[in-house]
């Protein structure tokens, strides 16, 4: 009987071997709708935003119309698409939506991130009161974790600042050294930080509690072949959005290539210049179809 | 003497005999004419003349042809017993220090005889051509910039080896004997006052000489590189820099686009304002991303050229481009930014129009081209939301169709969207 638990061991090692890699490369994106107006028949034009959360919230950032569409995307249905015109978003990119379902904005022609109520209403802009020098903060990206802390993507200052759900200064993470540019960053479920450099194609990470950020693997230039321009995370694979490439593609925790989804293209299932995408609880992913003008609506299948 | 060993010492002597009458023979591979030297140049005549230079290469002299060569046959040209950077190396090996930061790219590729002839030749080292001659016989443009230049360093006029080492280097880059500023030091003494007052007391010998100075000669005094910053011309460092005397003199009183706002205002305001930014512009480095904060020899402060600035990060582009079959005259001319804005735009792509028709309309007379309807009022019919414009039938950097088209065949392009004509 004492080898019972060595073989079981042995069995359950296989069976996490085998299943792993497999889990994470079988995953692949199925079509499953589009979204192309609002309520009222007004089409979307270039959005680059688009943020999901519980009970089927989705908010869309219409760049090209200076506004936010909120939905809902229910059991395979959309409805919705009111209207969010507000004179402190002038032109929404990054969307997020914390776990009350406040929405966050990132405004890319101010360069601020705006805070409003679910139902669009404005709260306040991050002001960034205690962050350390420099003063100035431009957000080139932003993401909401665990706890609604806030991790902002600091262009100017070179770092991630990470703001408390009031929007109070928690810590900053220098970006590595030798960075070429930061263009993205993402927060897994379990708080840590991601972040992509779009020149030099490599992935790192921060821990929930780190001070700095570490390589997750090496070189992703094989498979990463054009500027990524948004990554998010989801149990374990890491997804980078290829915006001139036209492309999803996945990375493990260790920084392997898993998979590569999608291509340019201007029929539905086909992305041209993707800029932001979310996956939520129900691994339903949503992309912000820029140059297609619209949102596309998959399924995540693993 | 028994019979026995009598027997024994006939047999020795038979032996012997034979083994001396075998020695006798001629041996099949023994060479006709022993001295090899001689051997080869009873072919290899032309070789006479080679041998009276100034300068022998030793093997030759000591006519060990075979050192170099397979005298039967050989996989590499000229019949030489190897590749050249082996068979030069294997004598030559430390001419490259152990631990080079800088190898000459011909060194690096085994192209000895680039710079070198291998048998003989009338210059030291048996060099192709003498001094910067044959520096410049490669490097043609620094060497029309070094005679067409105002004010020359003599130290370039010594030759080129003066600073650099043509092999390679373990001291630093570009093949330097000695880093920036030791090289630069050396000469120009900088605890003497006259230094110190041309460079407002900056500490300069710990700063990087070439960052204002062309070391090979400029139109510039001082050799200044061709293209000055105002302060620097001006000698106004401490614009940008905290004082000379800080403890940290080189360090700039702003960081980033907030430093240049301070004089170029109006271009860093309008940058802002824009719908989309060239990210470069407001990182941490800011404006020096691109532009030399001193002086440079590209106008505008670039540090390089055309589309060689912009291959720093857009590198996947310009391959694709340079893969391209059918390319756009600017984008082939490496002018990107005749389309895009390097600093920010209100379009997509940086483009500084505010749609692309309207880019495109300011060469292409499109009237002149075609009937077929773009802009506002045409309604792409795969997608309510699209409008057509030039970029539905054309790739602007270049495709592999004419006219850049984004298909071989009209069927094929107009059936993208005209779905109902598939055949």
Request: proline residues 6%; charged residues 20%.
């Amino acid at each position: 009987m004492k080898s019972a638990p060595i073989a079981c061991l042995v069995a359950a090692a296989l069976v996490a071997g085998h299943l792993g890699p497999v889990t994470a490369q079988a995953a692949r994106l199925r079509h499953l709708a589009s979204v192309y107006f609002d309520d009222a028949g007004i089409g979307l034009k270039l959005p680059e935003g688009v943020a999901c959360g519980g009970a089927g919230r989705l908010v869309v950032g219409d760049t090209g119309n200076g506004r936010l569409l909120r939905f809902a995307y229910q059991d395979g249905k959309l409805s919705g698409g009111t209207v969010v015109r507000i004179p402190q978003v002038l032109a929404p990119s990054v969307v997020q939506l914390n776990s009350k379902g406040d929405i966050y904005t990132l405004d890319s022609r101010q360069r601020r991130i705006v805070h409003l109520s679910p139902e669009g209403e404005f709260k306040a802009s991050l002001a960034f009161d205690g962050v350390p020098p420099p003063g100035t903060v431009v957000p080139r990206s932003f993401a909401i974790g665990p706890g609604d802390v806030i991790h902002v993507l600091d262009a100017f200052g070179r770092r991630v600042v990470a703001l408390d759900a009031q929007g109070k200064f928690q810590r900053a993470l220098p970006l590595p050294d030798g960075i070429g540019f930061a263009t993205a960053l993402a927060v897994d479920a379990a708080g840590n930080v991601l972040l992509i450099d779009s020149i030099k194609r490599r992935l790192f990470s921060a821990a929930k509690d780190g001070s700095a950020f570490t390589p997750i693997g090496g070189d992703l230039s094989e498979s990463l072949t054009t500027m990524p321009t948004c990554i998010a995370a989801s149990k374990g694979v890491i997804f980078v959005v290829e915006g001139t490439g036209s492309t999803i593609l996945g990375f493990g925790q260790d920084g392997s290539f898993l998979s590569r989804q999608l291509s340019l293209g201007w029929e539905e299932g086909e992305l041209n210049h993707p800029s932001q995408m979310c996956i939520n609880d129900k691994d339903e992913v949503f992309i912000a179809d820029r140059d297609n003008s619209r949102i596309q609506v998959f399924q995540l299948i693993r | 003497m028994g019979p026995r060993l009598m027997i024994v010492g006939v047999s020795l002597m038979v032996l012997v005999g034979l083994h001396v009458a075998a020695s006798g023979q001629q041996n099949p591979y023994r060479l006709k004419e022993p001295d090899q030297k001689k051997s080869c140049l009873a072919c290899h005549g032309d070789f006479d003349q080679k041998l009276k230079k100034a300068f022998v290469h030793a093997p030759v002299k000591n006519g060990a042809c075979s050192g170099c060569h397979d005298p039967h046959v050989s996989s590499h040209a000229s019949l030489l017993s190897a590749d050249t950077r082996q068979i030069c190396a294997g004598c030559h090996e430390s001419v490259v220090p152990a631990n080079a930061k800088s190898v000459h790219k011909v060194v690096a590729d085994g192209e000895c005889r680039k710079c070198h002839d291998p048998h003989a030749s009338d210059h030291k080292a048996i060099l192709l051509s003498q001094g910067n001659t044959l520096c410049f016989s490669c490097h043609k443009e620094l060497g029309e910039a070094v005679s067409k230049a105002k004010y020359g360093h003599s130290p370039v006029q010594q030759g080129c080896v003066t600073c650099h080492d043509p092999h390679g280097s373990d001291k630093g880059s570009d093949l330097l004997k000695t880093v920036e500023p030791a090289v630069c030091v050396g000469c120009h003494k900088p605890d003497t006052a006259a230094f110190q007052s041309r460079h407002m007391n900056y500490p300069v010998a710990r700063a990087s000489c070439t960052s204002c100075h062309d070391p090979h000669g400029s139109n510039q005094p001082a050799l200044l590189l061709n293209s000055v910053h105002a302060p620097v011309g001006n000698r106004t460092c401490n614009a940008c820099h905290e004082a000379p005397t800080s403890a940290t003199p080189f360090a700039t009183k702003r960081p980033g686009f907030e430093l240049c706002r301070g004089c170029h205002s109006d271009m860093v305001n309008a940058t802002l304002a824009k719908g989309r930014l060239h990210w470069p512009v407001v990182d941490g480095r800011g404006c020096v991303s691109c532009h030399s904060p001193h002086a440079a020899k590209h106008d505008k402060l670039l540090e390089s050229p055309g589309a060689e600035l912009c291959r720093g990060c857009h590198a996947d582009t310009l391959k694709r481009i340079a893969a391209t079959p059918v390319g756009h005259k600017p984008v082939v001319e490496g002018a990107c930014v005749g389309c895009h804005s390097p600093h920010g735009s209100d379009g997509v792509y940086l483009v500084d129009q505010p749609s692309i028709v309207k880019l495109c309309t300011t060469c292409h007379d499109y009237e002149k081209h075609s009937a077929h309807p773009i802009e506002d009022k045409a309604v792409d019919p795969r997608n309510k939301n699209l409008r057509v414009d030039c970029l539905s039938c054309h790739n602007g950097h270049g495709t592999a169709h004419k006219w850049m088209l984004l298909n071989a065949t009209n069927l094929e392009l107009c059936t993208r969207c005209h779905k109902k004509f598939t055949r």
